[in-house]
């Protein structure tokens, strides 16, 4: 199961980021987790300095824009997914 983590304090872009990748997680049928990270000590500790951001199994794969759902698919298929 892959573990994917949403960074951001709840933002209209995090929650978009959110949406987005959910989105994408179902068109891939994939077994994953998705959580959202709210604490800024959490959010800091991934050492990304804008916000939202998208860790993939520990690994921060993108931070500070919104990516397209096809964005999104990319990265999680380059991850592993």
């Known amino acids: ?3 994917i983590k ?3 304090t709840g933002c209209a ?5 959110e949406k987005t ?3 994408a997680v179902d068109e891939m049928g994939l077994d994953a987790s998705v959580e959202k990270v709210t604490e800024l000590t959490d959010i800091m500790s ?7 951001g ?4 520990g690994e921060v794969r993108l931070s500070g ?3 397209k759902v096809s964005e999104v698919k990319s990265i999680l298929e380059r991850a592993g997914a």
């Open 1 to 3: 199961m892959r573990e």
């Open 6 to 8: 949403i960074l951001g």
């Open 13 to 17: 872009k995090c929650k978009q980021l």
């Open 21 to 23: 990748v959910r989105e």
């Open 46 to 52: 991934y050492g990304i300095m804008s916000t939202p």
């Open 54 to 57: 998208l860790v993939v199994d």
């Open 65 to 67: 824009r919104l990516p």
